[in-house]
Every structure is written in C-alpha cells, then in structure tokens.
Nanobody, 129 residues
Framework: QVQLVESGGGLVQAGGSLRLSCAAS?????????????MGWFRQAPGKEREFVAAISRDGSMTYYRDSVKGRFTISRDNAKNTVSLQMNSLKPEDAAVYYC?????????????????WGQGTQVTVSS
C-alpha cells in the first residue's frame, strides 16, 4: 500500500519559517522506487480549492513553484531516504493551509493535482499575523 506521510506543520508567526517533510513508506511504493516519481506539494485553505505550491522532478534537477512562493519556498528531495521537503521562509498569513505532498509517476514536473497518483493526509500550517 502506498503511503505518504507529511510532518513539520505547526503555528508560526508571520515572517517565520517552517520545514515540511514527506516520507514515502518502504523502499518502494506502487512497485516502483521513490526515484521514479515526481513529487509535489499542494495546499488547501478552508473554503478554497487545493492549489499547487511546488514540484520537483524525479532526479531533483528541476523544480517549479507557484508565483506567490517563489524566492520564499524551496522544494528538495532525498531519493536515498525516500523523502521530499518544503522549506518555507518569510511566511505570510495567506500561506496558512493544510499542506499535502503527492507523487506522480507519469509527468516530469507536474503542476496539476489531477496528474498526481498518490497523496498524503496533510499537515496543518498556521501563520499568525
């Protein structure tokens, strides 16, 4: 069974930082190694659609961000440890949401939630002003 588990969420003041992590269960998931999947982070605030935040290619060589987080957030991955992280700096109240990591086997750098095959349960990020 594929499992992605997020951690690192919490309450932070505006301007602060958080580092989210996402761990994939086992050495492989979906019968394929972790390094075969592009990984992404999405977020969903109350009453809003789930939106793309960042994506990283299978080998970590390429990344892509939504405009509002460019220069503040950094996505990275460690294929040896089956983890993907999201370093969030200079947080703003509008960054508050439940953050989800996701895995996609097909696309190189997917940005649409419909492209992703597997999802974690999410971790809450709260930013106080």
């Amino acid at each position: 069974q594929v499992q992605l588990v997020e951690s690192g969420g919490g309450l932070v003041q505006a301007g602060g930082s958080l580092r989210l992590s996402c761990a994939a269960s086992g050495r492989t998931f979906g019968s394929r190694p972790f390094g075969d999947y592009a990984m992404g982070w999405f977020r969903q605030a109350p009453g809003k659609e789930r939106e793309f935040v960042a994506a990283i290619s299978r080998d970590g060589s390429m990344t892509y961000y939504r405009d509002s987080v460019k220069g503040r957030f950094t996505i990275s991955r460690d294929n040896a440890k089956n983890t993907v992280s999201l370093q969030m700096n200079s947080l703003k109240p509008e960054d508050a949401a439940v953050y989800y990591c996701a895995a996609d086997y097909t696309s190189w750098l997917p940005t649409f939630k419909t492209e992703y095959d597997y999802w974690g349960q999410g971790t809450q990020v709260t930013v106080s002003s």
